[in-house]
């Protein structure tokens, strides 16, 4: 394989900066380039110097020829400083791009006070993605491929095809675009697009860029000029291109660029999610010594004061991130009518707090069934996985953490919906065959969940066929690194264009 320079650029990398809101944008920055890195490929990530960075936490070091980043956009002329540091336990190189003008905020595109947006985000992106270019060529660092994600970095693609098209230095440069969410598309007034250097309307068609709609479309223009462009699992790049509601009003841009369109899962870090070698657990274990999973149950279980009983099933639940209180609710109704059977339920709380008041209730009408956990540590999420038969998820996770992904390395098998990249990973199990890895329900109906449950339950019950389903999970490799090779490549497809 190749090798590349990349240069990354997100508005959000791990732990430098993250919104539970954005869709797992922060942790694949830092969780792809590390992969890429592992795999000797020149990768460097860049992103905005925000106001809550720890610069001495973090050790930002100036760089002499980045300390005025010369930046022009429209009639204005502004500079920048750049920064750097490591990602922290990587060799990765981050570019800090500070502009206390534009990003020196409590929030990353909002006022926390009030919830609303930056009247300036379109300035303050446009900015950074000009920054971004001119940091390049004054690091005389030329990369093979620009990895731009999401709205914020949409505009890269177009003002490499037009402000710099003549530009020798970026003569061999080619970019992806990565969406991590559709819906969230950097929608501003037309009247914003001669500060943002757009006069007239990007040539590819359309109907949302600045000519011909009341709205300025970021994410749009990205997806036109990008010369290849990816999304996070191959059941939501399905979804897009069948169903026109799942694009959000961008589906003529996607069906004429569908040709360049791929959808690639996230992996999950097997040096950090492994039981053979878990730092977290009472007992390390591998599909060879599955007794020590319920080991590590019994242990775990003495320690939460909670009676164990070792013929019981346990079901971790991990609710999905910002999901309302209604959306959430055929699920909690599917696990009360599922304590009919042999079963004790973990419901896992989470930051965004939306459900854990719903939850909290759901556990204290149902004692010594159902236990709710306000538990964010590490140590606890990885007993919690280790402990566990089975695990529930409604829709990906926010936070990081492939919960399904991780629990099959631990012999805990997952129950999902089929949606994104749950689906992607996640494959009907049939007991005749012994093919698939879980147990899926389609329809968010609960008499669906239940079905799913009850499927998980009665396999977990016959013993032979439930400990080949655990060791065969435990051999599936769903590492970053395989991602990382799919997106490798990806660059060679867009090399070519």
Partial sequence: MKAFKVCY????????????????????AKSLTTALKDMDQDVRLMMPKYKSINERKYVLREVI???????KLGEDSKTANGKTAFLPNSKVHVYFLAMPEYFDRKGFYSDPQNDKDYPDNAERFAIFCRGVLETL???????????????ATALIPYYLKTLYKDDDFFKHTSTVLTVHNFA?????????????DIPKAPAGGGKSTAKNAPALNLLKIGLEYADVISTTSQFRLDQILTD????HGLNDVIQSRKKDLHGILNGTHY?????????HLFANYDAKSLSQKEENKARFFEELDLENDPAMPLLAVFPPLGEAEGEFA?????????????????LMGNK?????????KLAKAHPGKIHFFERYDKRFLHLVIASADMVLMDADSADGYPHQINGMRYGTVPVVRKIDGLADSVKPFDPKTAKGNGFIYESHDQADILKALEAALDTCSDKKTWSKLQRSNMRVDFSWEKTARQYLELYEAAAQK
């Fill in 352 to 360: 965004d707090a939306k459900l854990n008041p719903k939850l909290k």
């Fill in 271 to 279: 040096n950090v999610w492994d039981p053979e070698t878990d730092k």
């Fill in 244 to 247: 026109p509601d799942e694009t």
């Fill in 65 to 71: 020829r980045l300390r005025e980043v010369e930046i």
């Fill in 9 to 28: 650029v997100s508005s959000e990398v791990v732990p430098f900066a993250s919104t539970s809101q954005a869709n797992g944008l922060a942790y694949t």
């Fill in 330 to 346: 055929p699920v909690l109704d599917a696990l009360k009518e599922a304590l009919k059977r042999s079963v004790r339920i973990f």
């Fill in 137 to 151: 060529k004054l690091l005389y660092w030329q990369p093979d491929v620009i990895h731009c994600s999401d709205w």
């Fill in 184 to 196: 969230n598309q950097g929608q501003f007034s037309a009247g914003e697009a001669a500060k943002l």
